[in-house]
């Protein structure tokens, strides 16, 4: 009778042990992908986006921010135009009024607030670059890890002065960067648009591989036919770096979601719901 009983606890044991495994297995990795309403403006000339094409012309401009929920943690891509602009009726405007007006509809402290994740549950961070409308809000997360590619941390600003506090915590990049450890979110290199620019590649359980380009390109138009706007960094990092981006596409059977394609955001959802 003593005997059996051991038996068969050892049996349960290996039982729980083997479910045990077999859930956590299930669960690592990403598990939903939120994006993010980070801004919403207008255009006054999509040329300088586009030399030569389309000259004069207005286009609506999105700027998304995407929260992705590992098993291991949190993780916010990019944190777009400043919230203290959704308090301007007008917008913020541009100094060269070919630029972007760009508005807040909703705040990024609401949409997290929505889905029940405050600023201190968010592990990591990582911006594509440092552009205005990328960063308005880095430092809402004054602890949390900011992956960023040492080139742009380094590149000195219009004004000289850092681009986030010195003290916000960092971790340098000079290249790609696997951020946890299994392949789920990886940073990739795509400089051009800026010196340290970057896009990220999540895979995730249901939806498959996506890939998020940050500024690699700002619209669909610009990425099939590698256009290059007129105020980036370096012409040439550009296109290989959108070829880049198609080469991982194709490898990786990726959808590719460019962060300010108006069109192709109104055909994504967005936060509350999310992807798996
Ligand atoms: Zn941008």
Redesign the pocket.
């Known amino acids: 009778m003593r005997n059996n009983m051991k038996r068969n606890a050892g049996v349960l044991a290996v039982l729980l042990t083997g479910l045990l495994t077999a859930s956590s297995a299930v669960q690592a990795g990403v598990e939903k992908l939120y994006i993010l309403n980070c801004g919403e403006g207008v255009v006054g000339d999509i040329s300088r986006w586009s030399p030569g094409v389309n000259e004069g012309k207005s286009m609506d401009f999105v700027?998304n921010c995407y929260l992705i929920k590992h098993s291991d943690g949190w993780f916010l891509w990019d944190t777009g135009i400043t919230d203290a602009v959704a308090t301007m009726p007008d917008g913020l405007k541009p100094a060269d009024p070919r630029a972007v007006t760009w508005k807040r509809p909703k705040t990024l402290a609401s949409q997290l607030e929505q889905i029940g994740v405050k600023p201190e549950d968010i592990k990591g961070m990582a911006i594509s670059h440092t552009?205005p409308?990328?960063i308005g809000n880095v430092e809402m997360f004054p602890n949390t890890m900011l992956y960023l590619q040492k080139a742009e941390y380094q590149w000195p600003g219009v004004d000289t002065k850092p681009r986030f506090k010195t003290e916000h915590p960092v971790t340098l990049l000079e290249g790609d960067k696997d951020v946890f450890g299994d392949g789920s979110v990886t940073i990739i290199s795509t400089p051009g648009h800026t010196p340290g620019h970057q896009s990220l590649l999540v895979k995730l359980p249901k939806t498959g591989a996506v890939i998020l380009t940050g500024?690699a390109a700002h619209f669909k138009d610009n990425y099939e036919n590698r256009r290059v706007p007129s105020n980036n960094f370096s012409a040439d990092e550009t296109v290989a770096s959108m070829q880049k981006l198609a080469d991982l596409q194709k490898k990786d059977n990726a959808q590719l979601w460019i962060?300010?394609d108006k069109a192709q955001r109104d055909t994504l959802k967005l936060a509350p719901e999310y992807y798996e």
Do not use: K, M, V
Request: proline content about 0%; charged content about 45%; aromatic content about 0%.
């Open positions: 700027d552009h409308d990328h500024d962060n300010h």
